[in-house]
């Protein structure tokens, strides 16, 4: 009987783990992986139930971190938004398309964007980065 080449269940586990990280490490992506490789690990050498435990708190670990990121993340986008919101009706001021300095009062914000931008003395689309002082 001639058997074709058969992988070793490290190597496996490995393309599995690499797979699910390419992936997005989804859970779901991550235990579909596992179930494959169970179904194709070579009898005679099984892998030791250890490996999969220690996978399987990894990948809750990679899950959990990228939560706390995306969480750290939101949390600084919502302070930066409520900072430029304390501006409104505030004279301020601030660098100029031009790079002269200017002053203006805030007028409005805008927060549809990836980040707030305010419009100064009717000039909208400003980086509230570009302000260099806070008056009244």
């Given at each position: 009987m001639l058997?074709?080449?058969?992988?070793?269940?490290?190597?496996?586990?490995?393309?599995?783990?690499?797979?699910?990280?390419?992936?997005?490490?989804?859970?779901?992506?991550?235990?579909?992986?596992?179930?494959?490789?169970?179904?194709?690990?070579?009898?005679?050498?099984?892998?030791?139930?250890?490996?999969?435990?220690?996978?399987?708190?990894?990948?809750?670990?990679?899950?959990?971190?990228?939560?706390?990121?995306?969480?750290?993340?939101?949390?600084?986008?919502?302070?930066t938004v409520s900072s430029t919101i304390a501006l409104l009706g505030k004279t301020v001021s601030y660098v100029g398309s031009d790079g002269l300095p200017a002053t203006g009062t805030v007028e409005k914000v805008d927060v549809s964007g990836d980040a707030p931008t305010v419009t100064i003395a009717g000039v909208s689309g400003m980086d509230p980065n570009r302000i260099t002082s806070i008056g009244a």
């Open positions: 058997i074709s080449s058969i992988t070793s269940t490290s190597d496996q586990t490995a393309t599995a783990s690499s797979a699910a990280a390419g992936l997005g490490a989804t859970s779901d992506t991550f235990l579909k992986l596992l179930v494959t490789n169970l179904q194709h690990q070579d009898p005679t050498k099984p892998q030791d139930s250890n490996e999969y435990v220690q996978q399987i708190s990894q990948m809750s670990m990679v899950e959990q971190m990228t939560k706390l990121a995306t969480t750290q993340t939101n949390a600084a986008k919502d302070q």
